[in-house]
């Protein structure tokens, strides 16, 4: 059974960091593009940051120069670090995993989510 399981998720004061972890069980997602997206309250899911099956990483403008994606060479291990938060940034926040791209939110596999809240 594939499951994406993220952790890392807790309470920070605004300029503050987290690094967020998901971890692969079952199988490598060496082939697939693996990405970030996250939820805040009363709003739809969107996309934050991906890493394609080429290598090439991708992020939503709210996000660039804050935040970085990074994977180990089997992309067993997905990270997100989250740097200078905001507010804004509170949310839950989800691992996604596709054959194709998971910048469009219809991803083959989903974490269960790990949430993140920024205090002002």
């Known amino acids: 059974q594939v499951q994406l399981v993220e952790s890392g998720g807790g309470l920070v004061q605004a300029g503050g960091s987290l690094r967020l972890s998901c971890a692969a069980a079952?199988?490598?997602?060496?082939?697939?593009?693996v990405g970030w997206w996250r939820q805040a309250p009363g709003k739809e899911r969107e996309f934050v940051a991906a890493?394609?099956?080429?290598?090439?990483?991708y992020y939503a403008d709210s996000v660039k120069g804050r935040f970085t994606i990074s994977t180990d060479s089997a992309k067993r291990m997905i990270y997100l670090q989250m740097n200078t938060l905001k507010p804004e940034d509170t949310a839950v926040y989800y691992c996604?995993?596709?054959?194709?791209?998971?910048?469009?939110?219809?991803?083959?596999?989903w974490g269960q989510g790990t949430r993140v809240t920024v205090s002002a």
């Open positions: 996604a995993a596709d054959l194709s791209t998971v910048r469009v939110g219809d991803a083959d596999y």
């Open positions: 890493f394609s099956r080429s290598g090439s990483t």
């Open positions: 079952g199988r490598s997602f060496r082939s697939y593009a």
